[in-house]
């Protein structure tokens, strides 16, 4: 049997670059699939890792401790150089858009908080400490343009605008926190864009401007590496524009 090369630790050695690790919470929805598909293809991670409620560890944006130990364990596979939150409700059993404020619902409108606001909060509670100190490193969150109030013509759809201008929110007040850690560190919101997912299937139909999961995945990690250092704390779609709070 050949024998193992031993690592050189002498005091006089390289130092060792530790893995680099790209991870997507919500790795079992469309965006989030596709999004570790496209880092896998581009070779530029050591380890990508998929989380949600199958992954091993799995986690749940319900219960803290999952949270906890699913990132405990992406961050003990080297340096966690990207995260990416891609996981978000809209509808589910007993809970859709609602037309008018007569159609607010406590219990739906307690979930889309939970999925949309408090468990990405969660997130970021337990993943921007374990981020480099140094060098670049981006924490991102899918929101969506509905969530913005500067933009909001149309009203409705109570639960999901107001989780997600909820996370806007959070992302910016994080953002401002992580600066003082690493100040080369992003943390940013993403507008997606419509992209034909079970999420939207419902509301899209045959709108010809909806993207596939594959194709908004590839525009959304584009924007994230053209990001500047002065980005920190943006919300941005998925051409790059700025989109209003």
């Given at each position: 049997m050949k024998r193992a090369e031993a690592r050189?630790?002498?005091?006089t050695a390289?130092?060792?670059?530790?893995?680099?690790?790209?991870?997507?919470i919500g790795a079992g929805g469309g965006i989030g699939a596709a999004l570790v598909q496209a880092l896998e293809a581009s070779r530029r991670y050591d380890r990508v890792i998929g989380l949600g409620r199958n992954s091993e560890?799995?986690?749940?944006?319900?219960?803290?401790?999952?949270?906890?130990?699913?990132?405990?364990?992406?961050?003990?596979?080297?340096?966690?150089?990207?995260?990416?939150?891609?996981?978000?409700?809209?509808?589910?059993?007993?809970?859709?858009?609602?037309?008018?404020?007569?159609?607010?619902?406590?219990a739906a409108l307690a979930e889309a908080f939970a999925i949309n606001a408090t468990g990405p909060a969660l997130?970021?509670?337990h993943v921007l400490p374990r981020l480099p100190r140094r060098g670049r490193c981006v924490f991102?969150?899918?929101?969506?343009?509905?969530?913005?109030?500067?933009?909001?013509?149309?009203g409705g759809w109570y639960?999901?605008?107001?989780?997600?201008?909820?996370l806007n929110q959070l992302v910016r007040s994080?953002?401002?926190?992580?600066?003082r850690r690493n100040p080369e560190a992003l943390c940013?919101?993403?507008?997606?864009?419509?992209?034909?997912?079970?999420?939207?299937?419902?509301?899209?139909?045959?709108?010809?401007?909806?993207?596939?999961?594959?194709?908004?995945?590839?525009?959304?990690?584009?924007?994230?590496d053209a990001l500047p250092a002065g980005a920190n704390g943006g919300f941005f779609d998925a051409e790059g524009r700025t989109v209003p709070w």
């Open positions: 050189d630790v002498s005091p390289p130092p060792q670059a530790d893995p680099v690790v790209g991870v997507v560890p799995p986690l749940d944006l319900h219960d803290e401790a999952s949270v906890a130990a699913a990132v405990a364990s992406a961050a003990s596979a080297g340096d966690l150089r990207l995260v990416i939150h891609a996981a978000g409700v809209l509808h589910g059993p007993g809970m859709a858009p609602e037309k008018s404020l007569s159609r607010i619902d406590p997130v970021m509670k991102a969150a899918l929101s969506a343009r509905v969530g913005s109030i500067g933009d909001n013509r149309l639960a999901y605008r107001a989780s997600k201008a909820a994080a953002a401002i926190e992580l600066a940013v919101a993403l507008h997606p864009g419509t992209v034909a997912t079970a999420l939207s299937a419902p509301f899209v139909g045959d709108d010809p401007k909806a993207q596939s999961p594959e194709t908004a995945a590839g525009k959304l990690l584009a924007v994230l």
